[in-house]
């Protein structure tokens, strides 16, 4: 089974407006980290937020946002506001367990395309 | 801000000779670092992941002795691949993992696209 789903291959936003980007996991594992990466086509991957299993409130990083409903496993990225140059694939990403080698697993990926 | 560097940015190299990549954590100590695979439009295939001072691990399926890396220092990982062929060309990404508890998180350098002729 997959551990991490990204359902949406490509979504599209008009400029200023909100997107939601779907990220939903599986793990069994009480203690895991949830990541979401920003790839534009550079190819360089940007570290946009980081949600711990354990963190009681969403966590949030200027425009970005991480809606996340533990009892549904599902970890969505809010971009308020968005820009041209929030046109980029995104990734979700889990790492499992505190001791896991720092080795974290990567959906496949969504296309954001945001329209003028 | 956490900052890592890969050279080169892009090779092309004839078939059979053996590309050297570099990753480097310019601003912080990484014992650990991971090196990934990428095709377009694709996710990121782990690779292996490389360790300061000892023996890298090698995820299912990759050959190691295709694939060579060493972690000589705290802030630097070459990945070699030796007697490259047209089926090796692709878009190569390191990271470096900045440890602060569960919430070590990798930092990526910009990557570096090889192209076997």
């Known amino acids: 089974a997959q551990k991490i789903t990204q359902t949406q291959p490509g979504m599209f936003v008009q400029e200023k407006e909100a997107v939601t980007l779907d990220c939903t996991y599986d793990t069994s594992d009480p203690s895991y980290g949830l990541f979401w990466y920003k790839q534009p086509s550079s190819g360089e991957m940007i570290f946009l937020i980081y949600?711990?299993?354990?963190?009681?409130q969403n966590a949030t990083e200027g425009r970005y946002s991480l809606n996340f409903q533990k009892a549904r496993k599902s970890a969505n990225l809010v971009i308020s506001a968005s820009q041209l140059g929030d046109s980029a694939m995104y990734f979700c990403?889990?790492?499992?367990?505190?001791?896991?080698?720092?080795?974290?697993?990567f959906g496949d990926g969504t296309t954001l395309t945001v329209k003028p | 801000g956490a900052v890592v560097s890969q050279h080169p940015s892009w090779v092309i190299c004839k078939s059979g000779t053996s590309v050297k990549i570099e990753c480097r954590s310019l601003d912080f100590q990484a014992t650990t670092m991971f090196w990934y695979r990428q095709f377009p439009k694709q996710s990121l295939m782990l690779m292996a992941t490389s360790n300061e001072g000892s023996k890298a691990t090698y995820e299912q399926g990759v050959e190691k002795d295709k694939f060579l890396i060493n972690h000589a220092s705290l802030t630097l990982s070459t990945l070699t691949v030796t007697s490259a062929h047209p089926e090796d060309s692709s878009f190569y990404i390191c990271?470096?993992?900045?440890?602060?508890?569960?919430?070590?998180?990798?930092?990526f350098g910009p990557g570096t696209r090889l192209t076997v002729l």
């Open positions: 949600q711990g299993s354990y963190d009681q």
């Open positions: 990271s470096a993992l900045m440890t602060s508890g569960m919430a070590d998180t990798q930092y």
């Open positions: 990403a889990m790492r499992e367990g505190r001791t896991n080698a720092g080795k974290s697993t």
